[in-house]
């Protein structure tokens, strides 16, 4: 605890902690607890504001300016103190139960307890009412799981109460008396997370990334820190907000304020502790996010704890909200990961935590908790009781009944007693009383010494209150619906009500009607550049544009928002920005419509502002309106079509130009049907999708209007900027760039048609917050196929008997077409190529087959009749003119109906798992089965195969004219459905190119000349492996990659495959560097992480599941160059003499450079070892990590953003054969300084195989700053069996981040750094 | 490194191990065979006699992979045990005598100890009584493993369906699909990992070609596939499965590259 003249103090407040058992007499001790730990009692003087005293065992100490004081203090002066400080106590007596309510639930132990005493009957004395709050994550088991912003949060000093804003982004404070308007405040984003209060001082984050300190008194900014690593921008939770919203909930102890920004493991986690009183870091955890950690499921990625929720402090550790999951703790002075026990702790975890110094309190489902030891993070006692109130090793747990209970030293909690009194809202300890809530009131009840409490007062209240707080006199109830009451000891006779702000009616304006008129933009994203207010009030008035507004004047933008907060406008229809030096880095394709009215705002010359503009122009619909006449004109329209965009029209009027960007992006491509096309490709043609990936937006659309994830219903299908997916008795379609729900349209048959296809009675909708809540595995859409298939014009959809044709634009139903046939109880398949809408007439009926072993297994996965259609009809899909139809010997099989190049192929045939059985008993198939080659248009047979038919599926490859017959083996498919053989048939001259045994799982991915399955890889022209060169010895080595825990299939576009691996997760086509993860959250059971229209997408098709992945949440990635990635390589070396090689020291996992160079991290922590033998000494060893994005570098910072301190001695083995001729090799040493040192700090000397290469290195000096990376190439370094290195510390330790070993050829003179 | 960090190495290092191990391998010492459940169905108190017998019953079969229980059932005329695997209906008895030799067998125990030895798969050969039905299917599959490289390591066996020590086992293995008990042919049964069988080849389909896919599905590379669902059903038997022995497949399949599943 510091102290400082600077500080100012309140008045009249006495602080009571209680007394840590230690004994601070020793100098030495005391001064090393100095910045940490509260110490005995401590009084903030009222006479005396510029000392604090400290008073320990006895012993008063008097500091000032934070230092120690003299302990040679004469007697004489020590007595003065004491008696003033007894005059002091007295002085206070009158008032001295007063207490702030400064942290969400009172302290850093978030214990719901202050020694308030209130008064035994208490009085309303105001009442404010606010809009309700609409929570930040849309489904119930989300909101459960992270509550923190579904009602006001309030805290409590002085005089005045804050409340945050998660709607209209400001801070507001009330007197506490009055309950008027003090002053508020706005932000830049969303203020989601509680408050706190410290010393006078206002604390918040908000989702603009930033935390702010505000003077409580009168709410002036004192210092605002970035918490994101930049201004970059994203929609979040349908908001234009920081690419790393700062959901970090601050928590307070001694002075130092901890927090975090970034909520995606992905993106990248930045965990602070902050001087409270300036905003400078104490330290800053970076890089943890991307640990290699098992998540739920125990399968593990590159994922570590999502900072989202309020913080808590036990003991010495901080311990940080995982939004859905357990907290992890860090320690509290250095801010290194202590534990995570995100995979240990199963279903459950939450972002409530409470505790005391030994154990913590978690959220397990409704206001249910665990409790767990604070020292490792062990679970201690599942469902230990409600959110409890914690004095010490005193628990009072609420819920329908209160329960107290007692901490045993054994860290087992022991019931003390039960008191019948409903605290199912919330329970707080004010004193020596408790305060329930209930949704019939409040209940005050007066703590008796080892026994119930007894009921004091009852305040009964038609409201649902949902949240108390206790302070200065006052009780504070917060409702369910945005009313905030105060009670005090005092009668009023007519308690003061400000009423809810009532909307006022916005006015149409001719400037936006002209806009609106001349673009035909109404909704969407809208961006403004000049805060042109009729212009902004007439947008608002006439579309449902949610727009977001630059402006240079920060004056203006001030007056705008209290504007259009005054006129009940919500922050998410209207932002507002200063537009300072330049634009942060907007999302990419998010606006509908950009409006530029103020011409300076796009920069001058060479600016990069039209390109950015363009870039974040909507595909297929986009506009940019720039307002100018004339010469501006003109010159506008040179500077945005000079900004190298093709895919923009340019049209211009008297007062204006508009570019539309109406088309696709270049090099992107749709998804449609189930497998990405007609073609069953199972790929995409997207050539934007690549890694490393970047989150573009999240959150907005949940997983509600989508089937249960283990029913594995149609996967999502994507095109012209639409993803269209299936609930349960529904269609949506959805934004690909900004995640809007454009529409959604409910069917009626839809949910018997999907019943016991894709989902059954194992899926519980009305209880999802029961861990029971779930859906059993299905093979759905594996085995049946899709039923919608999405067009640039319709979205087709067959419901019982009929086939629905829904605008794609609209979703309203155009035209329904029939079969025109009586005896059509059902429609099975669909499909559509070019202008035919193929469909399955009626499912086929496998009769006389079923009865046999097949019973034994599961049923749910032998429902073979669900696989195929008795006969096929095609017709025009624009016409429904019916064109030809053809009867099934067997059935035709959905998985095999595709098409290419004029032709229809289809399967005609049994399951395979029946003709399995025929065989094994010696039974030849029935006679029928076929392979067909139809004429698409007229059902003409072209050629049918009789022999080796085989399998369940066909793909067609276009490009080679290659129809590959397979079956489609995956997790959750039908028995039978092994992967065992391919047939390659080349459909020009009908040939077989290719017959192979093949063992693979997941239907064959047809990417361009090769086969991609679950793992491997083979030849499209001849079904051989794959083979690569192996990337560190140049052999030969069959191409692969591992999959961790997901039933989902694995897709692929043309640079990525794409699958859930714990994690979502994926696989760089463009080099051999094993799985990444895309860490935060999981891909869902369906066919779900789809590259298309130039967007890796990811709604949510996690419907049921409750593990707790960092998010549950939409959303969708586009590459980003300058994000960082990591992948489990799992490469093993095979003693082969090494061509080429990185260590890549204390990364969290391996990469391929851009030439080529595999970097695997060192020491070997994510996946199987490589078995490459590195031997290490250090001395004064310390890892460092950072994020790459903060490491200045062109091509490498993910080499230098992390590094290892203190390495003396480095020998890695190049070869395990026996005899190995020296040869020479290229060494680069990679170094960049992860802390401030200043030049001449950290000095070493390189040497390498014993001779020096290098003097005196020194990194900032060579850097010229910190964070900046050096990279030293030394040629012709000889080696045989080993590389040794070893640097030598000059001054300061050593400190190196990567070695790149290259072996040369030809041979080269050996060179030193001179 | 922290403790954390070894138990992922160690985590990954079994999966991955997992992922190249054969189907064979992988079953014996990942896959614990299926429980069988043996009811008691009483319809009121049971008399001390009985507790006794079925206290007797309940201690003899923890080595196996039986769960006994007690089901009180008022709507049946007499108390009866039933067997059932994953709740189908296997046999009924009306006497506890009829349980003998339930879990274990001269048979069982023999072909137990083939699987913990390193044997790649044990063939039961289940004969029908007809020596022409029968020596046929044989010569076919003697003939088929004198062929094979994979013959050394599969134990070849041969059981009388009408075995009166092997009546459960018997039982068990016409349960394998519902409608075997009605064929009166011949059949092979593959067995293998935790005493698992499979699905059986009969009559004509005791074919060389049959049987070396049956051969060739134990020496494949593991799938998740094979993982998430084991084909066949388990037999029930005492033995515990405690250091099982895998076969030495890959070191034929190195002799054999020809055999290698591509």
Redo the contacts between chains.
């Keep these: 605890m510091i102290c400082s003249k600077k500080t100012p103090l309140r008045k009249h407040q006495l602080h009571v902690r209680r007394i840590t058992p230690v004994d601070y007499s020793d100098q030495a001790l005391f001064n090393n607890f100095q910045k940490y730990d509260l110490i005995g009692i401590y009084i903030i003087g009222c006479k005396i504001p510029e000392y604090c005293y400290f008073w320990f065992f006895g012993k008063i100490s008097v500091f000032n300016d934070g230092i120690p004081g003299d302990e040679g203090l004469n007697k004489t002066y020590f007595m003065k103190i004491q008696l003033v400080l007894l005059f002091i106590i007295f002085f206070l007596n009158s008032q001295s139960q007063q207490h702030d309510w400064p942290m969400w639930r009172y302290d850093h132990h978030r214990s719901a307890y202050t020694p308030e005493q209130l008064a035994d009957t208490l009085y309303l004395q105001w009442q404010a009412e606010f809009d309700a709050r609409t929570p930040v994550w849309d489904d119930p088991l989300n909101q459960n799981l992270m509550p923190f912003d579904r009602i006001f949060e309030p805290v409590v000093a002085g005089n005045r109460i804050f409340l945050g804003f998660n709607d209209k982004d400001k801070v507001v404070a009330l007197d506490l008396q009055t309950g008027k308007e003090l002053w508020h405040f706005y932000t830049d984003g969303p203020l989601r997370l509680p408050m706190a209060v410290n010393r006078g001082k206002l604390y918040f984050t908000g989702d603009d990334g930033f935390c702010y300190c505000l003077q409580a008194s009168d709410g002036s900014l004192v210092w605002k820190r970035m918490l994101a690593p930049s201004a970059n921008k994203l929609l979040g939770n349908k908001r234009f907000i920081s690419m790393w919203p700062a959901r970090g909930g601050i928590v307070i102890k001694d002075d130092i304020l901890y927090t975090a920004a970034g909520i995606f493991p992905l993106m990248g986690t930045f965990i602070y502790a902050l001087n409270a009183e300036t905003g400078e870091i104490i330290w800053k955890n970076e890089g943890t996010g991307s640990n290699y950690i098992l998540q739920p499921h125990r399968s593990p990625a590159f994922a570590d704890v999502a900072p989202q929720g309020p913080f808590t402090i036990s003991g010495n550790k901080l311990l940080v909200a995982g939004g859905r999951s357990v907290p992890a703790a860090f320690d509290l002075r250095t801010g290194e990961e202590l534990y995570y026990q995100l995979a240990a702790s199963g279903k459950t975890g939450g972002a409530f935590t409470c505790a005391n110094d030994l154990v913590f309190f978690n959220h397990h489902r409704e206001r249910m908790t665990c409790m767990y030891d604070s020292e490792n993070g062990n679970l201690l006692s599942a469902n230990s009781g409600e959110y409890p109130v914690v004095d010490g090793n005193v628990v009072y747990f609420s819920g329908k009944a209160i329960t107290g209970a007692k901490i045993q030293p054994g860290k087992k909690a022991e019931t003390l007693w039960k008191a019948n009194v409903s605290a199912t809202n919330d329970l707080i300890r004010a004193g020596d009383d408790l305060y329930a809530a209930d949704s019939s009131g409040i209940t005050a009840l007066r703590l008796v010494a080892g026994s119930p409490p007894v009921v004091k007062w009852r305040y009964p209240l038609d409201k649902n209150v949902v949240r108390l707080l206790a302070a200065n006199g006052r009780l504070i109830a917060v409702t369910g619906d945005g009313a905030i009451l105060v009670f005090g000891d005092s009668p009023v006779s007519k308690p003061m009500v400000f009423p809810r702000q009532k909307p006022r009616i916005l006015k149409s304006t001719a400037k936006a009607g002209r806009i609106v008129r001349n673009t035909g933009v109404r909704e969407g994203y809208g961006l403004l550049l000049g805060g042109d207010i009729s212009l902004i009030e007439g947008l608002l008035a006439t579309t449902s544009l949610n727009l977001i507004v630059y402006d240079k004047d920060s004056a203006r933008i001030k007056s705008l928002r209290e504007y259009f907060d005054r006129a009940g406008v919500p922050a998410e229809r209207a932002g507002f920005l200063h537009f300072g030096r330049e634009l942060p880095l907007l999302p990419k394709y998010f606006s509908s419509l950009t409006i530029v009215s103020d011409l300076t705002c796009t920069g001058s010359g060479n600016s990069s502002i039209p390109e950015e503009l363009l870039s974040a122009a909507r595909p297929y619909d986009g506009k940019i309106i720039i307002m100018a006449k004339g010469k501006e004109k003109e010159e506008a329209l040179k500077r945005f079509s000079s900004a190298g965009f093709e895919d923009f029209t340019v049209a211009e009027g008297n007062d204006y130009c508009l570019f539309a960007r109406t088309g696709p992006l270049k090099g992107s491509s749709p998804w449609t049907h189930n497998y990405g096309n007609i073609a069953n490709t199972v790929k995409s043609d997207d050539e934007l999708v690549k890694a490393p990936l970047g989150i573009l937006w999240f959150g907005g659309s949940s997983n509600l209007d989508v089937l249960p994830r283990h029913g594995h219903g149609p996967g999502e299908q994507v095109i012209d900027g639409r993803l269209i997916i299936q609930g349960i008795n529904s269609l949506s379609a959805r934004d690909v760039y900004t995640g809007r729900v454009l529409w959604k349209r409910e069917f009626k048959r839809l949910m018997d048609d999907s019943w016991l296809v894709y989902y059954n009675e194992t899926y519980d909708e009305e209880n999802p917050l029961d861990p029971k809540y779930n859906q059993v595995h299905m093979p759905g859409a594996n085995a049946r196929g899709t039923n919608f298939i999405a067009t640039k014009e319709y979205v087709y959809l067959i419901e019982g008997n009929r086939c629905n044709l829904i605008d794609i634009k609209t979703g309203e139903t155009a035209r329904v077409f029939e079969t025109g046939d009586d005896s059509t109880k059902e429609l099975g398949y669909i499909g559509v190529y070019d202008d035919l809408l193929i469909l399955g007439n009626n499912f086929a009926e496998y009769t006389g087959m079923e009865n046999d072993s097949i019973r034994l297994k599961n049923p749910l996965f032998t429902d073979y009749n669900l696989t195929a259609s008795r006969e096929l009809l095609v017709m025009d899909r624009f016409t429904g003119k019916m064109l030809w139809r053809m009867n099934a010997n067997h059935g035709f099989i959905h998985n095999s109906v595709i098409a290419g190049d004029g032709k229809l192929f289809c399967l005609d045939k049994l399951p395979q798992y029946l003709e399995t059985k025929l065989r094994r008993r010696g039974d030849e198939p029935p006679v029928g089965s076929r392979l067909l080659y139809l004429d698409a248009r007229t059902g003409n047979i072209i050629h049918q195969e009789t022999k080796d038919v085989f399998g369940t599926w066909l793909g067609y490859s276009a490009e080679h004219q290659l129809l590959l017959q397979a079956t489609r083996p995956s997790r959750d498919m039908l028995n039978g459905e092994e992967g065992k053989r391919m047939i390659a048939y080349d459909v020009v001259t009908k040939n077989k190119i290719w017959d192979k045994e093949i063992k693979y799982a997941n239907p064959p991915i047809l990417h361009n000349d090769k086969i991609y399955t679950n793992g491997e890889a083979f030849h499209l022209l001849s079904g051989d492996p794959l083979m690569e060169k192996d990337p560190v010895t140049g052999e030969e080595l069959k191409w692969s990659f591992k999959r961790e825990y997901g039933c989902g299939i694995v897709s692929a576009s043309e640079h990525l495959l794409s699958f859930r691996s714990a994690s979502a997760g994926f696989v760089n086509l463009e080099s051999m560097e094993g799985t990444g993860s895309l860490g935060g959250w999981k891909a869902g059971c369906s066919t779900n992480l789809i590259a298309a229209d130039g967007v890796l997408n990811s709604p949510d098709y996690t419907r049921t599941c409750q593990c707790p992945y960092q998010n549950q949440t939409s959303l969708a990635l586009i590459h980003m160059p300058w994000m960082a990635y990591w992948t489990n390589s799992n490469y093993t070396w095979n003693g082969s003499p090494v061509q080429k090689l990185g260590l890549n020291f204390n990364a969290p996992g391996d990469r391929v450079s851009s030439d080529n160079v595999l970097w695997l991290e060192y020491p070997f922590t994510a996946g199987t070892p490589p078995g490459i033998p590195v031997k290490m000494d250090t001395a004064g060893f310390r890892k460092f990590r950072k994020e790459p994005f903060m490491i200045s570098s062109e091509e490498t910072p993910w080499v230098s953003a992390s590094a290892l301190e203190g390495i003396r001695s480095l020998q890695v083995t190049l070869s395990k054969e026996v005899t190995v001729p020296e040869a020479f090799f290229t060494i680069r040493l990679y170094f960049a300084e992860p802390e401030n040192k200043k030049p001449g700090e950290r000095v070493f000397d390189i040497f390498l195989q014993d001779r020096k290469v290098s003097a005196g290195f020194d990194i900032a000096g060579e850097a010229g700053q910190s964070g900046r990376e050096v990279i030293k190439t030394y040629h012709g370094i000889p080696a045989g069996k080993t590389l040794k290195l070893d640097l030598q510390p000059l001054k300061g330790n050593t400190l190196i981040c990567g070695i790149e070993i290259l072996r040369e050829t030809p041979l080269s003179t050996i060179e030193t750094d001179k | 490194?922290k403790s954390?960090?070894w138990?992922?190495?160690i985590?990954?290092?079994w999966?991955?191990l997992a992922?190249t191990t054969k189907v064979s391998e992988w079953v014996l010492l990942n896959a614990p065979a299926d429980r069988y459940l043996l009811a008691y169905f009483h319809q009121g108190a049971l008399p001390d006699p009985v507790l006794r017998q079925n206290r007797e019953i309940e201690a003899k079969i923890p080595q196996a992979n039986l769960l006994f229980k007690q089901v009180l059932k008022k709507d049946i005329d007499r108390p009866y045990y039933a067997l059932y695997y994953?709740n189908?209906l296997f046999a009924r008895y009306d006497d506890s005598r009829a349980l003998a030799g339930l879990t274990s067998s001269p048979m069982r125990k023999k072909i137990a100890a083939e699987l913990m030895d390193g044997q790649l798969c044990v063939l039961l050969y289940l004969t029908t009584g007809n020596s022409v039905k029968d020596m046929k299917g044989m010569e076919v599959i003697r003939k088929t493993l004198s062929a094979s490289p994979f013959g050394k390591i599969i134990t070849l066996v041969e059981l009388d369906r009408n075995d009166p020590e092997e009546q459960h086992f018997a039982n068990m293995l016409l349960n394998?699909?519902?409608?075997l008990k009605t064929i009166s042919e011949p059949m092979l049964f593959g067995i293998f990992g935790q005493f698992r069988v499979l699905?059986?080849?009969?009559?004509?389909?005791?074919?060389g070609e049959?049987i070396r896919l049956m051969i060739?599905f134990f020496t494949?590379?593991c799938?998740?596939?094979?993982k998430?669902?084991l084909?066949g059903?388990s037999m029930l038997c005492e033995e515990t499965w405690k250091d099982p022995v895998p076969a030495r497949v890959n070191k034929i399949l190195d002799e054999n590259p020809q055999l290698m599943?591509?």
């Design positions: 490194m954390s960090g138990k992922i190495v985590v990954a290092a999966i991955s992922c994953k189908r394998v699909e519902e409608d699905e059986p080849l009969l009559s004509k389909g005791i074919s049959n060739d494949a590379d799938s998740c596939v094979i998430d669902d084909p059903i599943h591509r």
